[in-house]
């Protein structure tokens, strides 16, 4: 695999997640160092660290059944060891309360950004979420 197949395989390793519902990917595929932050489409919209946006990506994932996502227009950016992925993003499920045994259908319609770096391979080291709709 040349480096543009394998960054986007790392970008849909996370987003797959939310269908297979393997979460032991998400730490495989993000860079463990304070140096990694992340914005989210969701709340809370602060910036985050390494250990909360698991958490966050954890429970989001758990929290939505039939989950689909849909990458488009991807464009890939390399700088030597970093990337730049810039990306439309429809991500769609049903968000599910276990307590009321409801469920409320799910479609956002976004923008992502990831910078990844290559630590022997490619790690997520930022992401930036953002809903356009």
């Given at each position: 695999m040349n480096d543009n197949e394998e960054i986007i395989k790392v970008i849909e390793t996370l987003f797959q997640a939310g269908i297979t519902k393997d979460l032991s990917t998400l730490?495989?595929?993000?860079?463990?160092?304070?140096k990694f932050s992340s914005f989210s489409d969701l709340p809370p919209y602060d910036l985050k660290d390494y250990q909360t946006t698991i958490e966050l990506e954890e429970l989001r994932f758990v929290s939505i059944s039939d989950y689909t996502y849909e990458i488009k227009n991807p464009k890939i950016s390399l700088f030597g060891d970093t990337?730049?992925?810039?990306?439309?993003?429809?991500?769609?499920?049903?968000?599910?309360?276990?307590?009321a045994y409801t469920g409320e259908?799910?479609?956002?319609?976004?923008r992502a950004?990831?910078?990844?770096?290559?630590?022997?391979?490619?790690?997520i080291a930022h992401i930036h979420l953002s809903k356009i709709n």
């Amino acid at each position: 695999m040349n480096d543009n197949e394998e960054i986007i395989k790392v970008i849909e390793t996370l987003f797959q997640a939310g269908i297979t519902k393997d979460l032991s990917t998400l730490r495989e595929i993000h860079l463990n160092d304070s140096k990694f932050s992340s914005f989210s489409d969701l709340p809370p919209y602060d910036l985050k660290d390494y250990q909360t946006t698991i958490e966050l990506e954890e429970l989001r994932f758990v929290s939505i059944s039939d989950y689909t996502y849909e990458i488009k227009n991807p464009k890939i950016s390399l700088f030597g060891d970093t990337a730049v992925v810039a990306l439309e993003l429809i991500q769609k499920g049903m968000l599910v309360d276990n307590k009321a045994y409801t469920g409320e259908h799910l479609i956002i319609t976004g923008r992502a950004t990831f910078v990844l770096v290559k630590q022997p391979t490619w790690k997520i080291a930022h992401i930036h979420l953002s809903k356009i709709n």
